[in-house]
């Protein structure tokens, strides 16, 4: 939560002896002062075979005796030797942050208020809606606000122009904040692990459309939301985050929907936030969550 | 939680108006000292015709001039005219459990501590089980343990003595304390909304075998339990109770399975609970649970 | 949630036999149609002496064959037989909400939120500050703004003309959402159950400032807010509503405040949900709340 | 929850750059397959000076060229270098748990099911209770159960037969699952950070007796438990572990004691299982629990 600069390393790499070593004598022989660790060995998925190691580091940028660019430029040869996927992020850098709505507006007042607080360190450079519902809301918030209209003949151009203003605005990460609209699947691929969707159910339950419908039907006791990733898989994508609320025979579908919202606000702004400071790592259909 | 003796009154009709003044006003005329009283009317399902009523009252036995049997006469000229579905019953009566386990503990156990410390106010005329296991521990607490194995090809047989023994017992509950065997249809369809069981997962999501393995599949963060009645349709009878664990990237399924015993018999005694103090109406598919 | 005009008695008095089959053959006589009731028979505190009964019957309007003020005429005998402390609500009056906020934005951005989506079925009349900070955003929403300041020497001033503004607003609830200033205690007296407070812990734990901080000291394992009414008796009004989150050893106070405003907005709007749907009745110092 | 043998050490320093590599290097060195590390640097608490860091480091015992002592001989030159206060545990040498009880059966009966199963992977030397209440229950698992009244004029001699009993034992933890006694400031102060206990409320919330009903009077809408350990400072030991569970005005003292032994319960098991996988890092008045 406070100011200073950071640099927060994510990367995996197939499971060894001596990862932790080779990575934190890399920061310590450059006097880096690291903040944060996380460190997870996923084992093998068959028990058998070799395990990926995952890490996150957080360092504080004015401790190491270069910039980022040199940050980068030395520890490759580190990276390469433990075989590497790794990146570095910027905390002077803010992510930008693109969102998708539609007409509801719970979890689009959620992430402004939270925006202007700055506990969304973000830049919004526009939103995205098929309404023209929260033109004026948005725009009050100075942010642009696009319609993108998305007609059953008209899809295509609909996605393409989502994805070009995605583009213009130079986005970071996507988010569907009770977008109702399924994306194509090339939009969904094109952008992996930076698209975020709030599912108004606890996923794998009631897939497809009015789960708090199905969940009334089914007489479940707790009803949730999930936080995950999009994937050309609907509703299938690696679950950042989940979160439910009692309910009881004397609520209808309505309260459902209602005591719902509260939870996929939550759960959705639980989630970004993750993202936004590079805790989740996708391991295959999964995620691991450093919080 | 106090002995004073009490009759509870359960029942169901078409919805109309007037049925509270024309019960209560029953009860009032003898004076009857109703000490709780739950309503609730369902709407119906399509939104047309006629919803149903349901209630729960409980009336000091003491207050009233007569016994249960004529308590019973008296009232059913009153249910009749309601077109009621209606029973009684007699906190000094206790509630018959029979319990069936296989080899896992906790839920077991956790009854036992339960009915040990009379939190569980019922009588456990028997244990039964497929494996010898829990013999010493159920026969120390003076409970008779029957071990009734199940073979590959004698199922029929098996089953045959489990309901020979809850008949024998004069069994008003039998409970599925983490009994790993599906019982067969002729015996859920004998003991409608009599039998209760503890599914290991957060239902719907995850039916059939090894639940906390598919969550680990797939990635959820919470975990859960449901206590449902068993009917002939394999995981779906109507959901009593339900709770969720929160788990992470670092729990291995032997961990989920370890947290989720803990939801397990929490869960379990819950569900339990209602049913025995008549809380758990049965609408269709659903409960309704006067908590 | 739907729009079907209703009344609603709330009402208590001393418990007897007979209050029940009393009121609701009041209502059958009238044909009234009661779509849900709430009962509560609290018990003397000492074990001794008479309890208190408590009620909230919700009918549909135009099942009865008269107005609300003929209605209220008709029930008085009935009230009076029962010693009765009683009022009817008419849905078709939207309560009117003075919101008091300072320079946090969580609340007031959520209950707008609610009340923009018809969730909050009220009326705004206006928004009290003693900040500048929010004006351009509750008037974006057309709902006029007051920026009353506190200073240390004019607290009487600024609390005359808070009451004031109240009074003009016809104002029936008064909802402190983050109103970081202490009423007076004679303001506090002249609205009994009508000012909410939202506290930012788990009362009683860390009454008085910088709770988050004071939770952070003692290493709790979870956080929480407090909905509570306001009375003369600081962060000891009849609680309401309250939640819970987890936090660790990892997080800072400033983590805790994030995650605590979650809480906080969620509870204060469960809570004055409540309130507005006239569930909560107050008994002494707490609250029945008919859910 | 695997069998595989592991050492596991728990350190804390004077936190500087280039801790986690010393550590980590010294492993791999001696190609030690770390299985799992936990790293936390706690910020000193007036924001200045130097603040503390803390580590869990859990090895494959076969995977390193030498047994325990010469691990500990190898590592010394390291930690003083670091200036560290540090142990290593071993997973082949079971802890040893000395229960105490009085007369409330939940969690004596949670534990030895824990036990039973081997989910609670302890010796049980014994299990010391100011009541003969348990002496069957006990015994019938075989374990030693020792009678130690302690009446009102000797309780300096029943101490120190419990702590004479605890050494005989040669007790690692004692664990007072509601054991419904103070026990002397000596006691506390001669075993710091192995003493832990079970509190039925939501600490701070209501120290002192009879938590449940000072609970009930103030009217909460949650109750939780704690589990501590223990120190000479009455309820105010370093909190481990904390939950709660949601409560209305429907329930009774008597409710609320049935509802809390469930949390008392689960959140004693969950305590205790954190400390015995040395998961557990005492900082001041608080706890560092690597979960």
């Given at each position: 939560?406070?100011?200073?600069?950071?640099?927060?390393?994510?990367?995996?790499?197939?499971?060894?002896?001596?990862?932790?070593?080779?990575?934190?004598?890399?920061?310590?022989?450059?006097?880096?002062?690291?903040?944060?660790?996380?460190?997870?060995?996923?084992?093998?998925?068959?028990?058998?075979?070799?395990?990926?190691?995952?890490?996150?580091?957080?360092?504080?940028?004015?401790?190491?005796?270069?910039?980022?660019?040199?940050?980068?430029?030395?520890?490759?040869?580190?990276?390469?030797?433990?075989?590497?996927?790794?990146?570095?992020?910027?905390?002077?850098q803010k992510k930008r942050l693109v969102i998708l709505v539609s007409q509801q507006e719970h979890c689009l007042y959620d992430l402004l208020a939270r925006w202007q607080a700055k506990e969304l360190d973000v830049d919004i450079p526009c939103v995205i809606s098929?309404?023209?519902?929260?033109?004026?809301?948005?725009?009050?918030?100075?942010?642009?606000?696009?319609?993108?209209?998305?007609?059953?003949?008209?899809?295509?151009?609909?996605?393409?122009?989502?994805?070009?203003?995605?583009?213009?605005?130079?986005?970071?990460?996507?988010?569907?904040?009770?977008?109702?609209?399924?994306?194509?699947?090339?939009?969904?691929?094109?952008?992996?692990?930076?698209?975020?969707?709030?599912?108004?159910?606890?996923?794998?339950?009631?897939?497809?459309?009015?789960?708090?419908?199905?969940?009334?039907?089914?007489?479940?006791?707790?009803?949730?939301?999930?936080?995950?990733?999009?994937?050309?898989?609907?509703?299938?994508?690696?679950?950042?985050?989940?979160?439910?609320?009692?309910?009881?025979?004397?609520?209808?579908?309505?309260?459902?929907?209602?005591?719902?919202?509260?939870?996929?606000?939550?759960?959705?702004?639980?989630?970004?936030?993750?993202?936004?400071?590079?805790?989740?790592?996708?391991?295959?259909?999964?995620?691991?969550?450093?919080?």
């Amino acid at each position: 939560m406070d100011s200073e600069r950071t640099y927060t390393l994510t990367a995996s790499c197939p499971d060894r002896v001596g990862i932790v070593s080779r990575v934190s004598s890399f920061f310590s022989t450059h006097s880096g002062w690291i903040l944060e660790t996380s460190l997870h060995a996923q084992p093998p998925d068959d028990g058998e075979g070799v395990g990926r190691y995952y890490m996150r580091v957080e360092i504080r940028a004015d401790s190491l005796p270069f910039d980022l660019d040199e940050l980068r430029r030395r520890f490759r040869p580190v990276a390469e030797e433990l075989n590497m996927e790794w990146k570095f992020a910027d905390s002077a850098q803010k992510k930008r942050l693109v969102i998708l709505v539609s007409q509801q507006e719970h979890c689009l007042y959620d992430l402004l208020a939270r925006w202007q607080a700055k506990e969304l360190d973000v830049d919004i450079p526009c939103v995205i809606s098929n309404h023209e519902t929260f033109r004026g809301f948005v725009e009050w918030h100075g942010i642009p606000f696009h319609h993108v209209p998305v007609g059953a003949n008209d899809k295509e151009a609909a996605y393409a122009e989502v994805r070009r203003l995605f583009e213009e605005a130079r986005g970071d990460v996507m988010v569907l904040a009770r977008y109702m609209q399924i994306l194509p699947v090339d939009l969904c691929a094109a952008y992996p692990g930076r698209i975020i969707n709030i599912h108004h159910s606890f996923l794998p339950s009631f897939v497809g459309a009015r789960p708090y419908h199905q969940a009334w039907v089914k007489g479940v006791k707790l009803i949730g939301a999930t936080c995950h990733y999009v994937t050309a898989d609907l509703d299938q994508g690696p679950i950042i985050e989940q979160d439910v609320i009692r309910i009881d025979h004397t609520d209808t579908v309505a309260d459902m929907v209602r005591y719902g919202k509260d939870i996929e606000k939550t759960v959705l702004a639980r989630g970004l936030h993750y993202h936004l400071e590079d805790r989740v790592l996708v391991h295959g259909t999964k995620t691991i969550v450093f919080r």
